[in-house]
């Protein structure tokens, strides 16, 4: 269950099953936007039909997934800045790195306005977000913690999954380094921690550790 004071709206492409999140809390008519993916159409008239105004746009890591919404984002709404780990900041200008070429579409990002790294908060409409470095699916993966409310709420991109855990077979992935991510950066965690996931449903920190069969507690 989601903390009290936060709204969620989720836009999911179709086509790789990739979370889009629209956050805010309250009755705060500014949000934030999470790794906007194949549908900012979609995503843009979820914010229009709500009365929302995107503060900030975040980009957990690079790969053509997680980013294709940023151009059109970014053209409705220029003056929101756009946020993204500084190692994976290189994706989003490469198609070959962001993955897009080699799926036969290729496209890039505009670049960030803001690069972060472990231990940076993120400040905007209302929300306090930390940022953890959780290498392993990329390089310059991130995964931004609000624990203003319990419990906390990690927007988690494709390090840990309901059951599961991201891919560690790109080009900068690393296996060891996504385990020992999710051990030392996700698991410390309060048990009833939300993890919003880049795709499929919402998990805890604690059902993780108790069941998954790729990094048990």
Sequence with gaps: MLPE????????????AENTYIAYIGENKACIVVDPGLLPEETGSKLTESGLTPHIILNTHGHSDHIA????????????????????????????LNLSAPFGVPFTSPPAD??????????????????LETPGHSVGHVVYVWKAEKPWVVFGGDVLFQGGVGRSDFPDGSAEDLICS???????????????????????????????????G
């Design 5 to 16: 004071g936060l709204k969620l709206t989720t836009v999911v492409d179709p086509m790789f």
């Design 114 to 131: 803001r690069l972060v790294a472990e231990g940076d908060t993120v400040n905007a409409a209302g929300f306090e977000l930390e940022v």
């Design 69 to 96: 919404g940023n151009a059109r984002l970014k053209e409705m709404f220029p003056d929101c800045p756009l946020i993204i780990g500084k190692l994976d900041a290189e994706k989003l200008l490469d198609s070959q």
């Design 182 to 216: 999710i051990r030392e950066k996700l698991y410390p965690m309060p048990d009833d921690t939300i993890v919003l996931p880049g795709h499929g449903p919402a998990t805890t920190i604690g059902m993780e550790k108790q069941s998954n069969p790729f990094v048990r």
